[in-house]
């Protein structure tokens, strides 16, 4: 995810610039770059930028010092446009230099309309848009920054912090929030901005929280802050007492946690640009498949991607009618699998850089079989080694157990089977308008979901010393049951097996006694009573029941020991809420073993040899 840093002061602002994008660093990044003016000087910013690590930066700045009291700063973790000099942050076009975090859905429309007005562009970045618009609003009239700032955010659609400065008003730093994290820090005769406390934490501990739908202006010694009409919203700052630690976390014990609470933002930041509410479809980043000659989808992944392609059968197969395979990358390869022209290879990784998925798609690119990647990370080698790339933009996950990372693949699941099906005939337009607007509504759910987090830690500080879990779960959620498992075993060491709750009664069944906590995927859907009978026969030999079931629920209490309610949405989506109370049990049992959440023994969180 990307950084931002602003400073507005007496001092030199680029040592603080840099120091603040090193705290931000532990996010991941790809580029790194610094607009900083002199007020004093009357010459324009000295916009410094490059691809690759801080250290990069800081030589380029030996060669080209950036000297000035105001400045703004940045790190990019990469999403429209690959990662390079050019690319990286603050864009400037005339006066006006922009520092951007999130995506603007609608930058497409708007740079062929800037285009045409004779903007040229010198990146491919959604975010030079922004530049071009502030730039223009002040060709147009626009009195003065804030002004030009205000008319261009009636413009554009999607999650973003901006931050923008102006040569010719070296006063004042102008900044925007929607959807995406900014805050500013108060000192004496100088002032900050910045994506996260982290970045400033060093400067001062008195910020305010910047919320959505509101701009800022700050001067050295004045910060205003404005609903996008103008009207003045007063609001007292805080003081934060967070360690720097702690302040990395978001004030959250483990990144583990905090990933969990980032997916609501983090499913809208999939959706950004992809639901075409007007045409009942969905746009797949300019991606063209030629879907009436796909005769077969193969997943092909590993972990939790795997699980997450086991979701995109059912989604497949139900809504588009393609026949769908789902492979384990590593066996994949090793079976001389049958395989070519009329195949469509979908590859998932988290990651991007998974050597068994990698040497998978090369064995099926050698078959003839064109691919599509379903990566988390731009320009990964997966994404760059296959025919089309789709990306999840969830940011960087840290937790080595993915979390947001598997619920936003599973929205691409959703959206991909929703092209296809659009596409093959088979999902008539009022479904997939009902699934695009389910899609739309799941971040608010899925914050109600995260919000349940005290009730599934007492749970999980009941059930924490037994020595093993099985997990059940019918159609689509059997997948889910297998990675409510492999969470677990992850961070928590303790033995779990996922199963499809029908096949309980074939082997698992012999495990069950009074020890053994079996946690019960049983949301409403058509299997919902043949779930239920399963879990009747766990309580009948004393199983200890944890049931995970649709709000409103009346029946399912008096078989379970334990229910974890999840908002009612459409079948086809019911893995994407239903997952995250199972990644919040396995992070309360683990932590109440005290492992090593974020760094579980032997795991790596990207996966490169055999
Ligand atoms: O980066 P990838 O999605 O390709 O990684 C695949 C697995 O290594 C990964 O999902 C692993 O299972 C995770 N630790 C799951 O939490």
């Known amino acids: 995810m990307c950084g931002i840093i602003g400073y507005i002061g007496n001092r030199q602002a680029t040592p603080i610039l840099i120091g603040g994008l090193r705290k931000l660093e532990y996010r991941g990044y790809d580029s790194a770059g610094v607009s900083v003016i002199d007020p004093s000087s009357g010459a324009g910013s000295r916009v410094v930028r490059c691809r690759g690590k801080l250290s990069g930066l800081e030589q380029k700045l030996v060669a080209e010092p950036a000297v000035g009291t105001v400045g703004i700063g940045h790190t990019r973790w990469a999403t429209h446009g690959r990662p390079s000099d050019e690319n990286s942050h603050p864009h400037k076009v005339g006066a006006i230099s922009v520092i951007h975090n999130g995506i603007i859905e609608n930058h497409l429309t708007l740079r062929q309309e800037l285009a045409s007005a004779g903007a040229k562009f010198s990146s491919e970045t959604d975010t030079e848009i922004f530049a071009h618009l502030v730039d223009h609003a002040l060709t147009a009239g626009a009195p003065d920054l804030v002004t030009a700032v205000r008319r261009s955010l009636q413009k554009v659609r999607g999650s973003y912090a901006f931050v923008v400065m102006s040569d010719k008003e070296p006063g004042t730093l102008v900044a925007a929030k929607n959807s995406s994290p900014l805050v500013v820090g108060l000192g004496d005769g100088e002032n900050y901005v910045a994506s996260d406390v982290t970045a400033i934490l060093s400067e001062t501990r008195k910020v305010i929280f910047i919320e959505e739908g509101e701009m800022v202006v700050v001067t050295r010694d004045a910060v205003t802050i404005t609903d996008f009409d103008g009207n003045v919203h007063k609001r007292e700052p805080k003081i934060i007492t967070w360690s720097a630690l702690q302040a990395e976390k978001g004030g959250f014990k483990h990144y583990m946690l905090k990933e969990i609470h980032e997916q609501p933002r983090a499913v809208a930041d999939t959706l950004v640009g992809r639901v075409d509410l007007e045409n009942d479809d969905v746009l797949l980043d300019g991606i063209e498949l030629d879907v009436k000659s796909i005769k077969r989808i193969i997943f092909i992944a590993c972990g939790t991607s795997f699980h997450a392609s086991l979701v995109g059968e059912f989604l497949i197969e139900a809504l588009a009618r393609i026949p769908v395979e789902v492979d384990v990358a590593s066996e994949f390869r090793y079976r001389d699998p049958i395989i070519g022209k009329g195949d469509l290879v979908v590859a998932v990784s988290q990651s991007g850089e998974t050597l068994d998925t990698m040497e998978a798609i090369r064995e099926a690119k050698k078959k003839g079989a064109k691919v599509l990647a379903i990566s988390n990370v731009l320009e990964a080698s997966i994404p760059r080694l296959a025919d089309y790339a789709f990306y999840t933009h969830a940011g960087p996950e840290i937790g080595v157990a993915s979390t947001k990372a598997f619920t936003t693949q599973l929205v691409g699941m959703a959206l991909l089977a929703i092209y296809l099906g659009r596409r093959t005939g088979t999902l008539k337009p009022e479904k997939a308008r009902e699934l695009l607007a389910e899609l739309v509504a799941l971040p608010q759910k899925l914050r109600d979901v995260v919000e349940s987090g005290a009730q599934i830690q007492a749970i999980a500080r009941r059930y924490g010393n037994a020595t093993g879990f099985l997990f059940l779960?019918?159609?689509?959620?059997?997948?889910?049951?297998?990675?409510?498992?492999?969470?677990?075993?992850?961070?928590?060491?303790?033995?779990?097996?996922?199963?499809?709750?029908?096949?309980?009664?074939?082997?698992?069944?012999?495990?069950?006694?009074?020890?053994?906590?079996?946690?019960?995927?049983?949301?409403?859907?058509?299997?919902?009573?043949?779930?239920?009978?399963?879990?009747?026969?766990?309580?009948?030999?004393?199983?200890?029941?944890?049931?995970?079931?649709?709000?409103?629920?009346?029946?399912?209490?008096?078989?379970?020991?334990?229910?974890?309610v999840v908002p009612d949405v459409a079948l086809e989506l019911q893995p994407i809420v239903t997952v995250l109370p199972l990644q919040m049990l396995s992070y309360y049992v683990a932590d109440f073993k005290g492992t090593d959440i974020d760094q579980p023994r032997n795991l790596a969180k990207s996966v490169t040899v055999e």
Do not use: F, W
Request: hydrophobic fraction near 40%.
């Open 473 to 564: 779960g019918r159609g689509a959620q059997y997948p889910i049951a297998l990675e409510g498992a492999l969470k677990l075993k992850e961070i928590s060491y303790i033995h779990a097996e996922g199963y499809p709750a029908g096949e309980m009664k074939h082997g698992p069944i012999a495990l069950i006694d009074e020890h053994l906590p079996v946690v019960v995927l049983a949301p409403r859907g058509p299997s919902y009573e043949k779930t239920v009978s399963n879990l009747a026969e766990v309580r009948a030999r004393q199983g200890k029941v944890i049931a995970i079931a649709s709000r409103g629920d009346n029946e399912i209490g008096s078989h379970s020991d334990d229910v974890i």
